[in-house]
């Protein structure tokens, strides 16, 4: 590789003017989680991102509201996540509780998502194989049994 050379060019890059861009000043409020209510009614103008939906559309206000964490309602959707870690741990009968673990899995997906239809329809998905995981690993052992005593 003797004699072998390389030559960077020189690139000349222009010097570009940004315009000053004007920012007008906003006056943001420190608000805690708890002081939204009163920040409301103390500025009726002033719209939170995270405020519930049925304060938004003002549609049964008497209505009990779910538990919130840092003001995002929760769904209520059965996920049956511990039941399928311990069907796959314990009774993994034709790989069902595999199968009950993703269904699981994908319920806790559409409960982030906040789609409750899909939710559910993953949830019983999930349970309906925990059961059948169950049932037929209790099956197996019975037969295994009877067969092991008969001999």
Do not use: W
């Not at 559309?57 to 779910?66: D, G, K, L």
Request: proline share 5%; glycine share 6%.
């Amino acid at each position: 590789m003797e004699g072998f050379e390389f030559e960077i060019p020189n690139i000349e890059i222009p010097d570009i003017e940004i315009p000053d861009i004007e920012i007008p000043d906003i006056e943001i409020p420190d608000i805690e989680i708890g002081e939204m209510e009163t920040a409301e009614i103390e500025n009726p103008d002033m719209e939170f991102e995270t405020e519930d939906r049925a304060r938004r559309t003002n549609r049964n206000a008497n209505r009990r509201v779910p538990q919130q964490v840092k003001g995002y309602r929760l769904v209520k959707v059965k996920d049956y996540i511990r039941c399928s870690v311990c069907t796959v741990t314990f009774c993994n009968f034709m790989f069902l509780g595999t199968s009950a673990l993703i269904c699981s899995l994908k319920a806790i997906h559409f409960k982030i998502r906040r789609d409750v239809s899909g939710g559910r329809i993953f949830g019983c998905c999930a349970l309906t194989a925990n059961i059948v995981a169950i049932i037929g690993t209790i099956i197996c052992i019975i037969v295994f049994a009877v067969i092991l005593v008969s001999e």
